[in-house]
């Protein structure tokens, strides 16, 4: 996991409340991804970016927004946390080849009380 | 869509046996990569393979060996000798060829949980 950091590690979240995963990259990645994990469900993608200034909603986009000013910053946010966004949050990284490695990020723990 | 199965939701095994995790997928890609991730107590996801669709060859990595068939579509983990330290949650992943766009997306499987017991 090397080159991913992710910030906060736990985070304790009142409903209603926003908040801002951050997220950072020091391997000049093209591409950054949001997943977040959840029981029995695998990881899923929540929103993506192909490079600065460029990104697309994943599958499960609701509820979070996105933005790529910097190669290296992808941050995550919460307008308005909710129960059903307690979750473990990935963030990923790859470069723009189709055969490279994605790597992850430690993790962000998020309970939503 | 793609789609990726893991059946066994979890797995539980005496050390030094050895165990196999299984993974289906789904994709209307000619191409395309297949991933399995380690996810440790700790919580980390862990690279652990990629394997590319035009590659059938089976490979193996110390105690760790794949086993990649495009004609069930299935690309299986198996685990020889298995230790204590083995016990984690596997991922399998499947990334398509449809386009730039699909490069930094992945399609997980539900994750098996694996419990090696001494």
């Known amino acids: 996991n090397a080159g991913v950091t992710q910030t906060p590690k736990f985070q304790v979240l009142k409903t209603g409340q926003s908040m801002t995963l951050q997220c950072a990259q020091d391997m000049n990645h093209e591409y950054m991804s949001w997943y977040r994990q959840d029981p029995g469900m695998g990881l899923r993608l929540i929103h993506y970016?192909?490079?600065?200034?460029?990104?697309d909603q994943g599958e499960v986009p609701n509820g979070y927004n996105v933005s790529r000013s910097t190669t290296e910053d992808f941050p995550l946010r919460l307008l308005s946390a909710a129960p059903s966004q307690t979750s473990v949050y990935f963030c990923?990284?790859?470069?723009?080849?189709?055969?490279?490695?994605?790597?992850f990020g430690e993790g962000s723990w998020l309970t939503v009380v | 869509a793609q789609k990726v199965t893991q059946a066994q939701t979890e797995i539980s095994v005496v050390e030094k046996e050895d165990v196999t995790l299984d993974c289906v997928y789904e994709?209307?890609?000619?191409?395309?990569?297949l991933f399995w991730y380690k996810q440790p107590p700790s919580g980390e996801l862990v690279f652990l393979i990629r394997r590319n669709s035009f590659d059938e060859q089976n490979e193996i990595s110390g105690r760790y060996s794949w086993n990649f068939q495009k004609s069930t579509s299935s690309f299986n983990f198996t685990i020889t000798a298995s230790q204590v330290v083995d016990s984690a949650v596997y991922f399998c992943a499947l990334r398509g060829n449809a386009g730039g766009t699909s490069y930094g997306k992945l399609t997980f499987g539900q994750g098996t949980i694996l419990t090696v017991h001494p």
């Open positions: 970016s192909v490079g600065a200034g460029i990104t």
């Open positions: 994709t209307r890609d000619t191409t395309y990569y």
């Open positions: 990923a990284s790859s470069r723009s080849e189709k055969a490279y490695t994605i790597y």
